[in-house]
């Protein structure tokens, strides 16, 4: 997996755990929604892509494809997954 993404991923797990305050990720995480709060940034990260791509606007696309990933990886975490499971299903694809 990239060092990036396993970077972050820990971070994201670090939030899980020690929820502070002032944190993005924490705040997702104990969301009074629960994970429909990370669920609807998906969708809503989704669409912003989605017109990025449309309009061919390279910077937006990076942008949003990065949103989307870092939700993704809350997912994960509030789940209880890791990324070995999300590397193993990519493996398993190839």
């Keep these: 997996m990239d060092r990036t993404i396993e970077e972050l991923f820990a971070v994201i797990e ?3 755990e020690t929820l502070p305050d ?9 969301h009074e929604k629960g994970e429909n709060a990370v669920l609807e940034k998906l969708g809503e990260e989704t ?3 989605v017109l990025a ?6 910077s937006e696309i990076a942008a ?3 949103d989307i990933v ?3 990886l809350v997912l994960l ?6 990324l070995e499971a999300l590397e193993a299903e990519l493996e398993a694809r190839r």
């Design 47 to 49: 669409t912003e892509l």
């Design 77 to 82: 975490a509030m789940k209880g997954m890791d």
């Design 64 to 66: 949003e494809s990065a």
């Design 14 to 16: 670090d939030r899980r």
């Design 70 to 72: 870092y939700h993704l």
């Design 22 to 30: 002032d944190s993005y990720t924490a705040s997702l995480l104990t």
């Design 53 to 58: 791509a449309k309009d061919d606007d390279e």
